[in-house]
């Protein structure tokens, strides 16, 4: 069964403070793995698509990368706007996409 | 850029009331989508809509459940006789098609059943 996994669950760190967020997936033949950042009682806003492994793309302080069952979203120096629930999620063969559980980010100042 | 707007942003129905969600994709969009969330739960994938019909449906989009593009520019979701395990965010999708998947969210409806 195609499964998206995101780990962990909660992660909270010092403003400042670097950490890495992990998605594995097990989706024969992917088509595209996305990272959405979520706010609280809003849709999923786009932050990266990746297609194939190897392929890292940045945008401020977060980086993403790709490899053949696992995304990883690395966040340097997080400030507390940096704050939400970070969602990864693939696109199926058909194009819908299957969402992992999130991994919901705290940064204290 | 581009918006996907969703109205209303949150309703509250008696059970086994009809309610309607309301989207306007992005113009240029040919693939529409609902998908929601239960507090706490994943997203999840609830039917595709592509060339005035339904591409795709999940086993939670059963009988009580329709969407329509009436109009060429807005795209309902309809519940029939809402039940209180309807209630969640229900957020509606668009992309242009083909090899982009890239998708635009609208901010959602929270859609309370009580």
């Known amino acids: 069964e195609d499964q998206v996994t995101q780990s962990p669950e909660a992660l909270r760190l010092q403003e400042g403070e670097s950490s890495s967020l992990n998605c594995s997936y097990t989706v024969s033949g992917l088509r595209g793995l996305f990272w959405y950042r979520q706010d609280p009682g809003k849709g999923p806003e786009f932050l990266f698509t990746?297609?194939?492994a190897g392929e890292e793309k940045e945008k401020e302080r977060l980086k993403a990368t790709l490899t053949k069952k696992e995304s990883f979203l690395h966040i340097t120096a997080p400030k507390p706007e940096d704050s939400a629930t970070y969602l990864c999620?693939?696109?199926?063969?058909?194009?819908?996409?299957?969402f992992g559980q999130g991994t919901t980010l705290q940064v204290k100042p | 850029e581009p918006e996907v707007t969703q109205t209303p942003s949150h309703q509250v129905t008696q059970m086994g009331q009809e309610v309607i969600l309301r989207c306007v994709p992005i113009?240029?969009?040919?693939?529409f989508y609902w998908y929601r969330q239960i507090l706490g739960q994943k997203v999840e994938f609830l039917v595709s809509f592509y060339n005035n019909e339904i591409s795709e449906k999940s086993e939670i989009f059963d009988d009580q459940f329709s969407v329509e593009r009436p109009d060429g520019s807005n795209f309902t979701l309809k519940i029939r006789s809402t039940k209180l395990e309807d209630s969640a965010m229900y957020f509606c999708?668009?992309?242009?098609?083909?090899?982009?998947?890239?998708?635009?969210f609208g901010s959602g409806t929270r859609l309370t059943v009580v």
């Open positions: 113009s240029n969009h040919l693939y």
């Open positions: 990746l297609y194939s």
């Open positions: 999620a693939v696109v199926w063969n058909t194009g819908k996409l299957i």
């Open positions: 999708a668009s992309r242009t098609g083909g090899s982009n998947y890239g998708y635009t």
